[in-house]
């Protein structure tokens, strides 16, 4: 288990509102090795954003933790207080936010932003700062990385603002990054330089990358391992390969069977998951997904809402009391004549 720097254990957490209590994140747990990226899927408000704040003791109020344990190396996190939290936060933990337009103070330049991150961190000069900044900036592939420090948010392209948000979060080299919707709202081509960049950067620094996604294209792309999200739980946990190849859980194989795909014929409309998420305010006490499934049997009316079992080789586990192998073996079958 060595080659596990981050472990989240049966993590809860839940927003007090006025309405009544969000259960956001229920029973989740997962590991993430060292150097390897694991990506956190689902549709919006499963829980996936919520899980990355709080692995940076950033939940906002009302929100809080309720239970769960959250180990960086041998720490937990949730044990940490104040400056203990600080040190880690920003320089071996860093997070790149979903909205590079809110994530960057707009009253500062871009360089003073980069620089405060270094500097409190690192007992640097502002000179030897600055200079980091400007290498920081210009791994990100930002032409002219010493006129970019000088520019304020309001004269940055969408593209450029992003890649100035991970310049800020791998200025430090962080041992895990934590990249929420990092491409989302981009063009195709800005996307792939992005994530090129990335791929670079893990692959220099042994970075391990959470990668918090809607975007199967880019999970795809980008992941070790996937956690796939459904109403605050984990429905469905394996090696990328394994879930795109062999998805165990319906509504894994709903999310993939619902993606735009060259190779897939086209009838004139996607495959759409009837119905909707269930409100966490009031979760159901059977599969959250049984209102939206069609492959619900009479356990799954009648029984509490399953565990992760084993669906598959390795660690291939699925909260399913009626897996999906059936499609497997017929997939098979027609592959074999």
């Known amino acids: 288990m060595q080659d596990i720097i981050l472990r989240v254990e049966d993590l809860?957490?839940?927003?007090?509102?006025?309405?009544?209590?969000?259960?956001?994140?229920?029973h989740v747990s997962f590991d993430l090795h060292r150097g390897m990226t694991l990506a956190i899927t689902g549709e919006s408000g499963c829980g996936k954003s919520t899980v990355a704040l709080a692995i940076m003791g950033l939940?906002?109020?009302?929100g809080r933790i309720t239970a769960g344990k959250i180990f960086f190396g041998d720490r937990d996190l949730l044990s940490l207080k104040g400056e203990e939290l600080r040190k880690i936060r920003g320089r071996e933990?860093?997070?790149?936010?979903?909205?590079p337009s809110t994530g960057l103070n707009p009253v500062l330049s871009i360089g003073d932003q980069v620089e405060e991150i270094i500097r409190t961190h690192q007992p640097v000069s502002k000179r030897e700062a600055?200079?980091?900044?400007?290498?920081?900036l210009g791994q990100l592939g930002l032409s002219d990385p010493e006129e970019i420090v000088r520019r304020y948010p309001f004269q940055l392209s969408g593209g450029m603002a992003q890649r100035v948000m991970i310049a800020i979060a791998t200025a430090l080299n962080p041992s895990v990054l934590i990249l929420d919707e990092p491409t989302s709202a981009l063009d195709v081509t800005v996307q792939a330089a992005i994530l090129?960049?990335?791929?670079?950067?893990?692959?220099?620094?042994g970075t391990s990358i959470v990668l918090i996604s809607h975007d199967l294209g880019v999970v795809a792309q980008m992941a070790d391992s996937v956690a796939v999200m459904y109403a605050g739980h984990i429905a469905e946990y394996a090696d990328a390969a394994t879930l795109f190849r062999s998805p165990r859980?319906?509504?894994?194989?709903?999310?993939?069977?619902?993606r735009p795909r060259p190779d897939r014929e086209s009838s004139g409309?996607?495959?759409?998951i009837e119905g909707a998420p269930p409100s966490l305010i009031a979760l159901p006490d059977e599969c959250a997904f049984l209102p939206r499934c069609n492959k619900a049997t009479s356990e799954c009316r009648s029984e509490p809402a399953p565990q992760l079992l084993s669906v598959g080789p390795g660690s291939h586990v699925a909260a399913c009391y009626n897996p999906m192998y059936q499609q497997d073996d017929d997939a098979e079958a027609r592959r074999s004549a």
Not at 59 to 62: A, S, T
Not at 130 to 136: C, G, H, L, V, Y
């Open 12 to 26: 809860h957490a839940e927003y007090d509102t006025p309405d009544g209590i969000v259960n956001a994140v229920n």
């Open 59 to 62: 939940l906002p109020r009302p």
């Open 93 to 99: 933990i860093a997070i790149v936010f979903q909205d």
């Open 130 to 136: 600055k200079a980091m900044a400007i290498e920081a």
């Open 196 to 205: 090129e960049d990335m791929r670079r950067i893990q692959k220099q620094y």
């Open 249 to 258: 859980h319906p509504y894994t194989a709903s999310l993939l069977a619902s």
């Open 269 to 272: 409309r996607l495959a759409a």
